[in-house]
């Protein structure tokens, strides 16, 4: 059974930093592309940012560009965001996602696997 599970996230004063985790199970972490979607409240859930297995090939929302920065480790199964400079309008719920395709999709129909996600709060 495949499961992600994400961690790292809390509250941070503007121009802070935090780390996101997400640890994956139950299937073979280099077939697959991995991404991050956040939704705040009242929003539509949006993309962030997306890796290849081999994290050669990567997309980042415009939002996010030069701040945010995604990485993997597949010797331990897990993906990060690295998240610089944050704005309170960073505030939301981060969801990790697999695709078996390996697409690195903007689109959140297009992921096969989530994880319950972590809060992240940026305060002013």
């Known amino acids: 059974q495949v499961q992600l599970v994400e961690s790292g996230g809390g509250l941070v004063q503007a121009g802070g930093s935090l780390r996101l985790s997400c640890a994956a199970s139950?299937?073979?972490?280099?077939?697959?592309?991995m991404g991050w979607f956040r939704q705040a409240p009242g929003k539509e859930r949006e993309f962030v940012a997306a890796?290849?297995?081999?994290?050669?090939?990567?997309n980042y929302a415009d939002s996010v560009k030069g701040r945010f920065t995604i990485s993997r480790d597949n010797a331990k199964n897990t993906v990060y965001l690295q998240m610089n400079s944050l704005k309170p309008e960073d505030t939301a719920a981060y969801y990790c996602?697999?695709?078996?395709?390996?697409?690195?999709?903007?689109?959140?129909?297009?992921?096969?696997?989530w994880g319950q996600g972590t809060q992240v709060t940026v305060s002013s």
């Open positions: 996602a697999a695709d078996l395709l390996g697409r690195r999709s903007v689109s959140e129909s297009q992921y096969d696997y």
């Open positions: 139950g299937l073979t972490f280099r077939s697959y592309a």
């Open positions: 890796m290849s297995w081999s994290g050669s090939s990567t």
